[in-house]
């Protein structure tokens, strides 16, 4: 009956490992009950602050290769802001090795297993210790193979020496792994939500456009949804109207170009 | 106000305007309740402030039974309202203009159903839901339920219609809406039924849209037609303060127009503690879109939400007067989204990463191979 979300009933106890690992678990899986960015930065932080972390950045992103890469960039950012201006005023973004390296690979990896070979890599790097990420984790999330696919990267950081540090974020890459993934599919969701709003579509109107880009036409939509044809094409005609296009078929281009049909 | 305690105690107050009525009509002011709920409320406000008091999300279980009750308490009194001015109008000769005042404060009475109904078909147990439908088919509302789920589904979707563009005046948003929410909430209905393999006469529509007849029918029977007009007039209302009241909570906000208001629910918000009391927190609304199982006594302005400029009763007003609500409200919207954007540069300056500049130049690197 009292099923609401809270992020401030998220309480972790320290009774024992078992305890502490379900109890994180626990929080990460109610991401998926979080209704807006600030909600989920609050949980992302604590969680991350529970696992030994004390800085993170999650980026989500389309390839570069895919048409809408550069609308697509959607940010969690808990960490020192100064540090994200530094950042992005130095440019390092295009010498970023732990972004190169979340574009290829899947597996976390702490930050001094990755080769710097220049020396503004070198620069960067004791940077970003000065603002929370003296030692790293890299957590890579991808939806699918696909190439025009939405990707994560969670990069943790933490004030300990990389030692220490990055032993005890790598300790816990499972639950990090679990988070990064979870957040992914919370921005694909959202996303998703967004679309739908943007387009005012409804599930019903999407199911059509699934089965219109199966190759199904009117009438075999009809049996399967069990509506008259004439029904389905008053249907279709919305779906039009609401994309403002004049074909079918340019409606679902555009259901696809923003993540909504498979 | 910042009191919890205060405030859990003076959610009875959703009950003052139907003791307004009544007293009214005893010491011959059948306006009492129009005049409370458009002058002395806006000015209230100024006395008593916004509403700063923490929701009740911990509250003990007894608590939280005193606050499920007082909705209860409501349709209970409602009830006993309704037969009791079925009876005035049917026994007590008030002259033209009395009777054309408490007509109106009727209205306003029966208005303030609906929140007290919207909040019913929200909750858990189906007797609150089942009572909420019949609070709302008292005043020729019944598909309340249905038309409600829809719009809950329809939020910040600019096609539709259940968003006002803000090119449209309120005369014609709440004609409009009217007429396409029975086809909508039976559509809604017919779908259900057809999921659960349920006939028509099973759908909860049926006898709920016969209540209001059977109510009018009362009426006419007992207070002929002066009894009749006045029912009438209750049921025209209502079903306008409904469109009224959506379209002063939705006005002009949609993912295609407002995108950035996504984490707000679309919603316009007004956070007077009067008002948050005798509509069981109603104008919270931006909680309530985004989480709608939470119930009324755990809601809470959204924090850095858009605000109406006014209350419901002083904004309702300014509706009427579509050019003059336009420049209002289009104002208030600037003024949030520049706070807005300045806020959202604040705390992480757009684009903080610099990925966009990666993306250019990594295509700008692609196109020169």
Same mark, same amino acid.
């Given at each position: ?59 989500? #992103? ?5 048409? #809408? ?110 988070? +990064? ?24 109107? *999407? ?56 | ?86 009876? *005035? ?11 054309? +005042? ?39 509302? +019944? ?67 016969? *209540? ?16 009749? +007009? ?140």
């Amino acid at each position: 009956m009292h099923s609401q979300f809270n992020v401030d009933s998220i309480i972790f106890t320290n009774m024992d490992s078992r305890q502490d690992n379900t109890n994180v678990m626990d929080a990460i899986a109610s991401l998926t009950q979080c209704q807006t960015e600030s909600e989920a930065l609050t949980l992302t932080t604590t969680i991350v602050h529970q696992l030994g972390g004390t800085s993170f950045v999650y980026v989500t #992103l389309l390839p570069p290769e895919s048409p #809408l890469s550069e609308e697509s960039y959607r940010y969690l950012i808990g960490c020192d802001p100064a540090w994200c201006n530094t950042y992005c005023k130095h440019m390092w973004m295009m010498n970023d090795p732990f972004l190169a390296y979340a574009r290829t690979h899947s597996a976390p990896i702490v930050g001094s297993k990755i080769k710097r070979s220049t020396p503004g890599q070198h620069t960067m790097l004791n940077t970003a210790s000065d603002y929370g990420f003296r030692s790293g984790l890299i957590v890579p999330t991808h939806t699918c193979m696909d190439a025009d696919k939405r990707l994560g990267l969670l990069y943790i950081g933490s004030d300990l020496v990389p030692e220490s540090g990055e032993s005890l974020l790598l300790q816990h890459r499972v639950q990090f792994g679990a988070l +990064g993934i979870e957040l992914l599919l919370w921005w694909n969701r959202r996303l998703e939500q967004q679309a739908m709003r943007k387009f005012s579509l409804i599930e019903e109107e *999407l199911e059509l456009l699934e089965l219109l880009k199966t190759g199904k036409v009117a009438n075999e939509i009809a049996a399967i949804l069990d509506l008259k044809t004439t029904a389905v094409y008053r249907k279709l005609n919305t779906i039009k109207e609401k994309f403002n296009v004049d074909k079918i078929h340019d409606a679902i281009v555009m259901a696809m170009a923003a993540g909504l049909l498979v | 106000m910042k009191s919890t305690p205060l405030k859990n105690a003076c959610y009875l107050l959703t009950l003052l305007p139907m003791m307004l009525l009544v007293f009214g009509v005893l010491v011959g002011l059948p306006w009492l309740s129009v005049l409370f709920f458009f002058i002395v409320l806006p000015i209230l406000r100024r006395c008593v402030g916004n509403d700063l008091s923490a929701p009740n999300t911990g509250a003990s279980q007894l608590m939280r039974a005193w606050l499920s009750w007082v909705p209860r308490i409501y349709c209970i009194v409602w009830s006993v309202v309704l037969l009791w001015s079925g009876w *005035l109008l049917s026994s007590s000769p008030l002259s033209i203009t009395d009777q054309i +005042g408490f007509a109106v404060s009727l209205w306003v009475v029966s208005s303030l159903n609906l929140p007290i109904s919207h909040e019913l078909i929200h909750a858990g147990s189906r007797v609150d839901r089942f009572a909420g439908r019949l609070l709302a088919a008292s005043v020729g509302y +019944g598909h309340f339920p249905e038309e409600h789920a829809y719009h809950h589904a329809q939020t910040g979707h600019a096609h539709g219609g259940d968003v006002a563009s803000p090119a449209t005046s309120i005369y014609r948003y709440a004609i409009g809406r009217y007429v396409r929410t029975w086809p909508i909430a039976w559509t809604w209905e017919g779908k259900r039924l057809k999921r659960n393999h349920q006939c028509w006469f099973r759908s909860a529509l049926t006898y709920t849209a016969l *209540l209001p007849i059977l109510i009018a029918g009362l009426f006419f029977a007992f207070a002929g037609l002066r009894g009749l +007009g006045c029912y009438s007039f209750q049921v025209v209302g209502a079903a306008f303060t409904v469109q009224a009241i959506t379209y002063l909570q939705h006005w002009g906000l949609s993912q295609r127009d407002t995108p950035e208001l996504a984490d707000y629910g679309f919603t316009w918000e007004d956070c007077c503690w009067m008002q948050a009391c005798i509509t069981l927190n109603h104008a919270f609304h931006a909680q309530h879109h985004l989480t709608p199982s939470r119930r009324y006594f755990e809601l809470q302005p959204i924090a850095n939400g858009l605000r109406l400029p006014a209350s419901y009763p002083v904004m309702f007003v300014v509706a009427l007067f579509p050019k003059f609500f336009r420049r209002v409200m289009r104002a208030q919207l600037q003024q949030w989204r520049e706070l807005h954007k300045n806020n959202e540069r604040a705390a992480h300056n757009d684009d903080c990463i610099g990925m966009k500049k990666l993306s250019i130049l990594a295509k700008n690197q692609i196109n020169s191979q």
